[in-house]
């Protein structure tokens, strides 16, 4: 049965760090594209990062670039997302997602509906 458990969440002070990690089991990581959201309440789940399935292409949003760096480890089936430099606007729930993909491809999305199995998401909450 596919499966995708988030963990790695928690309170951190501005500034702080974490990395997030998403296992998966049931299914070979290696045909997947990987993307990880947040949904912050009253607002819409937005695309944080994602990863293709060769790895070899990633995309972040604006608000993100230059302090979260994705990164996959096929053989550990885990995507991790490490988070620096965190604000209190970084504060939500974060859910990582996948979508099958042809071996070594490099056609990603930030797009929710993109994705087509989801994670039940860890808390990341930023605050002094």
């Known amino acids: 049965q596919l499966q995708l458990v988030e963990s790695g969440g928690g309170l951190v002070q501005p500034g702080g760090s974490l990395r997030l990690s998403c296992a998966v089991s049931?299914?070979?990581?290696?045909?997947?594209?990987i993307g990880w959201f947040r949904q912050a309440p009253r607002k819409e789940r937005e695309g944080v990062s994602c990863?293709?399935?060769?790895?070899?292409?990633?995309k972040y949003a604006d608000s993100v670039k230059g302090r979260f760096t994705i990164a996959r480890d096929n053989n550990k089936n885990t995507v991790y997302l490490q988070m620096n430099s965190l604000k209190p606007e970084d504060t939500a729930v974060y859910y990582c997602?996948?979508?099958?993909?042809?071996?070594?491809?490099?056609?990603?999305?930030?797009?929710?509906?993109?994705?087509?199995?989801w994670g039940q998401g860890t808390q990341v909450t930023v605050s002094s």
């Open positions: 997602a996948i979508r099958r993909m042809p071996y070594y491809a490099s056609l990603v999305s930030l797009e929710p509906i993109w994705y087509t199995n």
């Open positions: 049931g299914f070979t990581l290696d045909y997947y594209a």
């Open positions: 990863i293709s399935s060769s790895g070899g292409n990633t």
